[in-house]
């Protein structure tokens, strides 16, 4: 199938259908060129689980930002394990992280919003760009109760990058943390330790912190923004 052949019917169809059948349609329909990104929160190690109990052969990619944090790096090794996987690391480009960071070090995260922001651009938005390029259906872990920015992420919508459409699916849009934690308990699925640490949303070191009770899930992001609109996103969900 090419992702100019799908109609508005299909779409409809894709955004009607549980997890486990959308995962399956994705790789039976488009094979290689569909690959689940992730990095190591919970709903990605839910997807994977999930795609390895229904296919012989799937594709995992992660962003390896150079700061993770080592629990997450556990987690990756993990999985590899237990699934008999080779996941698939997009790292920044050594040039470009190089200049950023004779330009303003290696914490010019701390000084304003638009270096977090490039900070990001480097080592996520630009590496997620080049693993994009290699495939046509992206598979992702965002859910809808994450933030009031996700709170309509659709199941299935074809996307514009670098040019080209591709179709972005997430199949744990409408789940969550319970349902989450139940499949994880249940299935005995190898997860990041953080996740036990009081931490909801996983990016980098320092970027990263838990939260404390009551707060909103992704509030524990580059907690030294405080402006209400602050999206609290990295720019590889756009
Ligand atoms: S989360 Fe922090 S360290 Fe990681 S890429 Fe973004 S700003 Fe840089």
Redesign the pocket.
Known sequence: MRIEDLTEETLKQLNAMPADELIRWAFDNFGERAAIGTSFQLTGTVIIDIANRHLKKIRVFTID?L?LHPETYEALNNTEERYGLAVERFYPDEDTLKNMLERFGEYL?FMDKAK?EY??FV??VEPNRRALKTLDVWITGLRRDQSDYRKDVPKASVIEEDSRKILKISPLADWDMDKIWHYIKENNVPYNKLFDMDYDSI??I??STPLVEGEPPRSGRWRWFHKEDDKKE?GIHK
């Open positions: 930002t700061r995260f977090q900070c990001c080592r996520k990016g980098c320092i970027c990295c």
